[in-house]
């Protein structure tokens, strides 16, 4: 398989494991209900204020692997954005950066290298927190796609890429556009395993195809027809038969797509249309717009998507905030199609959908809006580092939620709840020590995550006060008291208050012999010194 090589790679394809972990400092909770109260909202929706890279390791120990869909605007390098790793070596956040991360190679690095060095590790995190059921979906234009495509070959693997959509993004090239009119970007899409089957909604101008009206018209919509014999044969048998109409006896040239109790039953319903042409007759079936509830059916997505168009994410914005904030933002409609494909038959309304470059917040705004039109229960996790983050991404999530607009412009709001955090301190000091100021909840969580790869979610008691939980029939204690040692021995083996068959305890020193250790099944381990980095 083709590799990418560039300067500065093999100082970033394991740089995620060197991001520091630091912990989420929750600021406030908005509800749509009641804005007044700011109080934790464990709504699992949440706007997180800081560097991408390192809210991607923060939210480990909670989603790894959880992550139903992922979408991401990232930077296109075009060489005229302010983006934060942007293409003047002089900016002092590349400099510093590079410095550490890249080292003196850093000096050499062009535009393309320096963007290839900032995604490599935020992709290596992505993979991580996505499902193994899940997909990602990435915009970008000529200017990296080649090279994203190869490193995503990397990351998730050739066998996972799913495909890259052209998007017609733009009405026309402008009038002051020079040579070819470049009026498409892409979306690259992949999954974490490798899929059988993709169903999305039809596009506008796929659902103007279905014309044709019967009976069923107010529940099911339009029509369009569909040939039931197909030119190809195999060596089913049940799919050769006759079929009746008018007197006439009718067989297929091949074989028909049905076998012969659903295809009757199709004819008796009034869902078959017969044809004959000099002799010849063609036999189709009713693909309805709508299924028998009224619901829109799904269909193939193809590979070029027209519209909607970056003109109308303009607007969606000035609508909510009264004036242009971004240059070409993403219009909420096309992450809400993406955020509707359907994968192996699956199709749950209930899952987690991240964005680690937020922006303006379009893709909770897709999330919130989607819910509201198919009843689902997404949750949404945006990442922004800019500092716009609280008076332009939380902000139109609050007026998305509450409504905007005036009069005939006015929008419903869509109600809903989310928590906004800031990134906090480190789990560990520039010594190496446990961070303590951050709190011991948090250390208890990281601990539990580094040993079981799972969230933390048994509520602490004062019985089993330094007990995490039992997983796969192995007890964790983390015996810990920020202001003194704490020593595990035979007179302190009462803090294990749960059976198990083995026992995993964290404390500051052991004074258990090895062959108690090994009679009781306990493994000692050291604080802070056995305490994993991931």
Known sequence: ????????????????????????????????????????????????????????????????????????????????????????????????????????????????????????????????????????????????????????????????????????????????????????????????????????????????????????????????????????????????????????????????????????????????????????????????????????RLGKPISILVGPYNQDGTSELVSIFGQKLFNNPKPQELIQYLLSWVFNGDSTKDYIVLDSFAGSGTTAHAVLNLNKRDGGNRKFILVEMEDYAESITAERVRRVMRGYGEGKNATAGTGGAFDYYELGEPMFDEEKNLNEHIGEEKIREYIYYTETKRHLERKRTEVSKYLLDTHNATGYYFYYERDRLTTLGIDTLHIVTERAEQYVIYADVCTLSKEDMAAKNIVFKKIPRDIKRF
């Open 1 to 296: 398989m083709p590799t990418l090589t560039w300067i500065g790679k093999d100082k970033v394809v394991n740089h995620h494991h060197e991001v520091p972990y630091r912990v989420l400092e929750h600021q406030y909770g908005f509800r749509s209900e009641d804005e007044g109260d700011r109080s934790l909202t464990n709504s699992g929706n949440k706007i997180i204020h800081g560097d991408n890279l390192e809210a991607l390791k923060s939210l480990l120990p909670e989603y790894e692997g959880r992550v139903r869909c992922i979408y991401i605007d990232p930077p296109y390098n075009t060489g005229n954005e302010k983006w934060v790793y942007n293409d003047n070596v002089n900016d002092p956040k590349i400099k510093k950066w590079l410095g550490e991360v890249v080292g003196k190679q850093g000096e050499d690095l062009s535009r393309h290298d320096k963007w290839l060095c900032m995604m490599y590790p935020r992709l290596k995190l992505l993979h991580k927190l996505l499902a193994e059921d899940g997909a990602i979906f990435i915009s970008v234009d000529d200017n990296e796609e080649k090279y994203l495509h190869l490193i995503m070959d990397e990351i998730f693997g050739k066998q996972c890429f799913i495909h890259k959509l052209i998007w017609k993004n733009k009405y026309g090239p402008g009038a002051l556009t020079k040579g070819v009119g470049n009026v498409h970007e892409y979306i690259i899409c992949y999954s974490k395993t490798p899929i059988e089957s993709v169903a999305a909604p039809l596009s506008n101008e796929e659902i103007k195809k279905y014309k044709l009206k019967d009976e069923k018209y107010p529940i099911r919509g339009g029509y369009i027809t569909q040939p039931l014999a197909t030119k190809s044969k195999d060596d089913r048998a049940n799919l050769v038969y006759p079929v009746y109409y008018n007197g006439n006896e009718i067989w297929p040239d091949k074989q028909w797509i049905w076998e012969k109790s659903r295809l009757y039953k199709a004819i008796e319903n009034k869902e078959v249309v017969f044809n004959e042409t000099n002799g010849k007759w063609s036999v189709r079936f009713k693909q309805y717009l709508k299924n028998e509830q009224g619901i829109t």
